[in-house]
């Protein structure tokens, strides 16, 4: 993995963060097509923990972060997610259960 420094001599207008956000990239958890701008948003206004490995080939995305996140943001959002998708479908369920017996 390529090391992420954040680069806090910013410059406004060479650092707009929407610079990427019209580019477009097939989504292989969606299955679809996405713009950049999805990918940089998708967890709570932070990337997609897959963002590097997606756009790697189009942008220079180790500096991008760099440039618009701080560390602790980058780590939040590449992190592996804290529940496996059965775990999280295992729990809505059971709320679903919980909620029709209360109405019953």
Request: net charge neutral.
């Amino acid at each position: 993995m390529k090391s992420i420094v954040p680069n806090y001599s910013k410059s406004t207008e060479a650092l707009m963060i929407e610079e990427h956000d019209a580019l477009v990239i097939r989504c292989p958890q969606l299955g679809g097509e996405v713009p950049f701008r999805y990918c940089r948003t998708l967890n709570e206004d932070l990337p997609c923990r897959r963002i590097m490995v997606c756009w790697e080939f189009r942008i220079e995305i180790s500096k991008f972060l760099g440039e618009h996140y701080s560390i602790d943001q980058i780590q939040r959002a590449l992190a592996p997610p804290t529940k496996t998708r059965i775990d999280t479908i295992l729990e809505l369920i059971e709320k679903a259960k919980k909620i029709k017996e209360e109405g019953e």
